[in-house]
C-alpha cells in the first residue's frame, strides 16, 4: 500500500513539474501603412502647354517637363518641347528643346536625357540642349514611359501595343509583349523588378526581371500613368486626376484628387531629400509640387 502511495505521488509530482504548453497565438497580420499627407506648396503658371512628365535632373538641380502641346498626343505635328523649371516653380526656359511631336516620359543617364516621342526615343545631350540621336523602334504606336536602370538600360513603355523595349548602347529590342499589361504606362525600375502602371486597366504589378513573371500588387487605379517609389513604398498617379499611396502590403490609399479643379495627374516625380511630389497636370498647363509628410 505504501509502494503505491508513493508511486502515484511520485507520478504527480513529474506532472506537475513538466513545463506548461504556450498558448497558440495567432499569426501576426501585418498592419496596414499609415498613408503620407500632401500639401501644395507651389504651382508653376500655366504657361506650360500639356505638360506630361516632368524629372528631376539631380546634378543640376532643376526640373525638366516634358510638353505634348497640342493634342492628340499621336500627331507628328513637331510642335512638342522640353522645359526647364527650378525647384520652386520658377520657369527657367520654357522651349529648351524643340524639334519633337509629342515628348512624354522622361529618363536621365549620365549627360542625356532620353524622351519617349511616339514611336521613337529621342536623346538629347543636356549640357548642350541639343538633339544627338533619334532610335525609331519598328511597329512601336504610343510609346509612353521611361525607367533607366544603373547598367544604363532604358526600359521604354509602349501603351499602345502592350510592350516594353529595352535601349541600350544605340541598340532596341523587345523586352516584353504580353496583353494582360492592358495598356503597360508608367514603369520604375527596382533591381530585379521592373513595376508597371495599367492605363486600360486598373493594375499595378511586379514583374520579374528574369522570369518575366508578372504579380499584381494592387488593383482599381484606372487610368495608370506615373510610378516613384517612397521609401519601401509608391505613389502611383492615374491621369484622370488621381495620386495613390500604394504600401508594400498593396494596400491603397488614395492622397491626391484634383478631379474637381479639372486638373489631371500624369508622369509624377518625388525628391526624396526635398520631400517634394511634383505634378504635371497635363490640361491644367502646370506643374504642382506637393510637401510629403
Partial sequence: MKINILLASLALIAFTCQPAKKKEENPSVPEKVTAPTLTKVWETDSTLQTPESVIYDEFRDVLYVSNINAVPPTA??????????????????????TEISAPKGMGISDSSLFVTNIDEIVEIDI??????????????????????????????????????????????????????????NGLLHQGSHLMVASYFGDEFSRIDINTKMREVISDSIPGGDGIVAYGEHYFVSNWNGEVHFVDNLGSRTLVLDTKAEGQNAADICYLPEKQLLLVPTFFGNTVAAYEVK
Avoid: C, M, Q
Fill in 76 to 97: 507628328k505635328d513637331n510642335d512638342g518641347y522640353i522645359s526647364i523649371i527650378s525647384i520652386n516653380g520658377e520657369i527657367i526656359e520654357r522651349e529648351w528643346v
Fill in 127 to 184: 549640357p548642350s540642349g541639343v538633339i544627338i540621336a533619334r532610335y525609331p523602334i519598328e511597329g512601336a504606336a504610343f510609346l509612353n514611359d521611361i525607367s533607366v536602370t544603373k547598367d544604363e538600360d532604358v526600359y521604354i513603355s509602349d501603351t499602345g501595343t502592350n510592350t516594353i523595349h529595352v535601349l541600350n548602347n544605340g541598340n532596341v529590342r523587345t523586352w516584353l509583349n504580353d496583353t494582360t499589361l492592358i495598356g503597360p
